[in-house]
Antibody, heavy 117, light 110 residues
């Protein structure tokens, strides 16, 4: 059974850093890439990162480029999203999602990040 | 900057048909954008409905169908049910190698 479980969310001050984790089961990271998608309070979905099954990452959208970095530990079947220089508009529920063929296939339940002083 | 466009809202009667569209502020949508569609109800994670323009994900009822209509991708709900009342999002894969979501369409069934 394919499952993705996010963790690491919480409250962080503006300018701070946070590292989210996504533990996967039912498939291997050597076979599938993982997307990160976020949703701000009362807002729509926003794609923020993708790491390929090869370990390389896609270009980041302008909203997070230079601040967010996606990585993985295949031995632990875990993905990470390192978020630096956080701003209030980074506050959101962050989902990790198993890739399909150029689409988002299976979604985790999300972890909440709040950037506030 | 390329923006993905969606209607803000739609209302449909139970049993009726509604077609949501997904466009680009610059250019036409084609199968090369691998259009996909997602449904989300409040407080829940999104669920994948359609990918690669017209392929239904596992377990998705056949009242949902995807297509290209003119210069846009489209999601049609035929025989709408009360449980279809949700927010619907499309995503396009751009040539720059990124994915971009539309702002979503709120569908009301009444």
């Amino acid at each position: 059974q394919v499952q993705l479980v996010e963790s690491g969310g919480g409250v962080v001050q503006p300018g701070g850093s946070l590292k989210l984790s996504c533990a996967v089961s039912g498939f291997t990271l050597n076979d599938y890439g993982i997307h990160w998608v976020r949703q701000g309070p009362g807002k729509g979905l926003e794609w923020v990162a993708f790491i390929r099954h090869s370990g390389g990452s896609a270009p980041y959208p302008d909203s997070v480029s230079g601040r967010f970095t996606v990585s993985r530990d295949t031995s632990q079947n875990t993905l990470y999203l390192q978020m630096n220089s956080l701003r209030a508009d980074d506050s959101a529920v962050y989902y990790c999602v198993k890739e399909g063929n150029y689409f988002m296939d299976v979604w985790g339940k999300g972890t909440t990040v709040t950037v506030s002083s | 900057q390329t923006v993905v466009t969606q209607e803000e809202s739609f209302s449909v009667s139970p049993g009726g048909t509604v077609t949501l569209t997904c466009g680009l502020t610059s250019g036409s949508v084609s199968t090369n954008h691998y259009p996909s569609w997602y449904r989300q109800t409040p407080g829940q994670a999104p669920r994948t409905l359609i990918h690669s323009t017209s392929t239904r994900s596992s377990g998705v009822p056949d009242r949902f169908s995807g297509s290209i209509l003119g210069n846009r991708a489209a999601l049609t709900i035929t025989g709408a049910q009360a449980i279809d009342e949700s927010d619907y999002y499309c995503v396009l894969f751009l040539s720059s190698g990124i994915w971009v979501f539309g702002r979503g369409t709120k569908v009301t069934v009444l």
